[in-house]
């Protein structure tokens, strides 16, 4: 079983920049399917991007081209690059891991606010 826990999420303004991180603990995290997903007000929680143990990375449509996921086995760590951010883009972010078992785990989530 792992445990994640999401960070830097913040305030910034249309076209600006974020990474947010998430750190794995309690489990070896590089036979993990993660992936970060969002959740807006008012809308259903959905998959941002994903990144697979061998590497191979998706994305949804709307952020294809602005967000770049990638995974540091050795520290346990996922990233999400968040490049030419929009209002849109506003959510609570979520970090998942999925073992090769089937089990899922969820971060806590956190807030990425986009506005001018």
């Known amino acids: 079983q792992v445990q994640l826990v999401e960070s830097g999420g913040g305030l910034v303004q249309p076209g600006e920049s974020l990474r947010l991180s998430c750190a794995a603990s309690g489990s070896i995290l590089s036979g993990y399917f993660m992936g970060w997903y969002r959740q807006a007000p008012g809308k259903q929680r959905e998959l941002v991007a994903g990144?697979?143990?061998?590497?191979?990375?998706n994305y949804a449509d709307s952020v294809k081209g602005r967000f770049s996921i990638s995974r540091d086995n050795a520290k346990s760590t996922v990233y999400l690059q968040m490049n030419s951010l929009k209002p849109e883009d506003t959510a609570v972010y979520y970090c998942?891991?999925?073992?090769?078992?089937?089990?899922?785990?969820w971060g806590q989530g956190t807030q990425v606010t986009v506005s001018s």
């Open positions: 990144i697979g143990s061998s590497g191979r990375t």
């Open positions: 998942n891991g999925l073992s090769i078992t089937g089990y899922s785990s």
